[in-house]
């Protein structure tokens, strides 16, 4: 796929509410760069992309691939409101769903969430979500949102030892999704969602497409160990509700476990 020119993006996004707009042949990582714009000063909704990202990372310091040209790399700036404040780890997972709700009203395409923000088609992971934070002293400067999507074939190698089996839109669709024409349908549903965040429709969107739910998985935890659960639902905190195998209903916030597929 040819490389997408700073200029064309401008043009594409025009009409939204951005930011800054960055757009590189090459880069590190979209999210170092996003912290060095935030603490220039780079306006909310600041955009970053890249046509290859050569050091992406994703949650828990694992490496995210991507491929040049077909996995598609940005960061976008969020500089949260007073109210937004009150939900920023609700950050994360909306960004799966601007994602999610992408790819349904733009071309039709039904995905779900993994708990907390893994966006899958046929259950393998075809989007991965970081967010971080940048601070200045003890006050919360800005959210550096990372989303790395994996557009064409060729942009999920198999490599061994992944924790999750991966793919791209075009292999599991056979749409082919043009760079520019992604971006400005995921900023759209980002910012139409944005006003959402914390709210009983977003708790509901969100539910309505999580994956396994009702299912039996497996949860993995930080030291290793596992055991069965079914997937319930939300909380309203954001975390995860599950069922053990007594019957025993638990909670779980990000970080502390994995799902896994039995």
Same mark, same amino acid.
């Given at each position: 796929?040819?490389?997408?020119?700073?200029?064309?993006?401008?043009?594409?996004?025009?009409?939204?509410?951005?930011?800054?707009?960055?757009?590189?042949?090459?880069?590190?990582?979209?999210?170092?760069?996003?912290?060095?714009?935030?603490?220039?000063?780079?306006?909310?909704?600041?955009?970053?992309?890249?046509?290859?990202?050569?050091?992406?990372?994703?949650?828990?310091?694992?490496?995210?691939?991507?491929?040049?040209?077909?996995?598609?790399?940005?960061?976008?700036?969020?500089?949260?409101?007073?109210?937004?404040?009150?939900?920023?780890?609700?950050?994360?997972?909306?960004?799966?769903?601007?994602?999610?709700?992408?790819?349904?009203?733009?071309?039709?395409?039904?995905?779900?969430?993994?708990?907390?923000?893994?966006?899958?088609?046929?259950?393998?992971?075809?989007?991965?979500?970081?967010?971080?934070?940048?601070?200045?002293?003890?006050?919360?400067?800005?959210?550096?949102?990372?989303?790395?999507?994996?557009?064409?074939?060729?942009?999920?190698?198999?490599?061994?030892?992944?924790?999750?089996?991966? /793919? #791209?839109?075009?292999?599991?669709?056979?749409? =082919?999704? &043009?760079?520019?024409?992604? $971006?400005? %349908?995921?900023?759209?549903?980002?910012?139409?969602?944005?006003?959402?965040?914390?709210?009983?429709?977003?708790?509901?969107?969100?539910?309505?497409?999580?994956?396994?739910?009702?299912?039996?998985?497996?949860?993995?935890?930080?030291?290793? /160990? #596992?055991?069965?659960?079914?997937?319930?639902? =939300?909380? &309203?905190?954001?975390?995860? $509700?599950? %069922?053990?195998?007594?019957?025993?209903?638990?909670?779980?916030?990000?970080?502390?476990?994995?799902?896994?597929?039995?």
């Amino acid at each position: 796929m040819e490389k997408l020119t700073k200029d064309e993006l401008i043009e594409v996004l025009k009409d939204l509410p951005v930011g800054e707009i960055h757009c590189f042949d090459e880069i590190g990582s979209t999210n170092d760069f996003g912290f060095e714009c935030s603490a220039a000063g780079a306006p909310d909704m600041t955009v970053i992309t890249a046509f290859e990202q050569t050091k992406g990372r994703g949650r828990m310091q694992r490496k995210w691939i991507t491929a040049p040209g077909t996995s598609l790399p940005m960061t976008v700036i969020i500089r949260p409101t007073s109210e937004e404040m009150k939900y920023l780890n609700l950050f994360s997972p909306l960004t799966g769903l601007a994602v999610r709700e992408g790819l349904l009203k733009g071309y039709k395409i039904d995905s779900r969430i993994k708990w907390p923000n893994d966006v899958l088609l046929n259950r393998r992971k075809i989007c991965g979500i970081l967010c971080e934070t940048q601070w200045e002293g003890d006050q919360l400067n800005a959210l550096i949102l990372g989303v790395g999507i994996n557009l064409l074939h060729g942009s999920a190698p198999e490599i061994p030892g992944l924790n999750y089996p991966a /793919s #791209s839109v075009e292999d599991e669709t056979g749409v =082919i999704i &043009p760079r520019a024409e992604w $971006i400005r %349908t995921f900023l759209t549903q980002l910012i139409h969602l944005r006003p959402f965040l914390g709210k009983q429709k977003f708790f509901e969107q969100w539910e309505s497409c999580l994956a396994y739910k009702g299912e039996e998985t497996r949860l993995v935890r930080q030291d290793g /160990s #596992s055991e069965r659960c079914i997937v319930t639902g =939300i909380a &309203p905190d954001g975390s995860l $509700i599950t %069922t053990d195998q007594n019957g025993e209903t638990k909670t779980w916030i990000a970080g502390e476990i994995s799902l896994r597929e039995i």
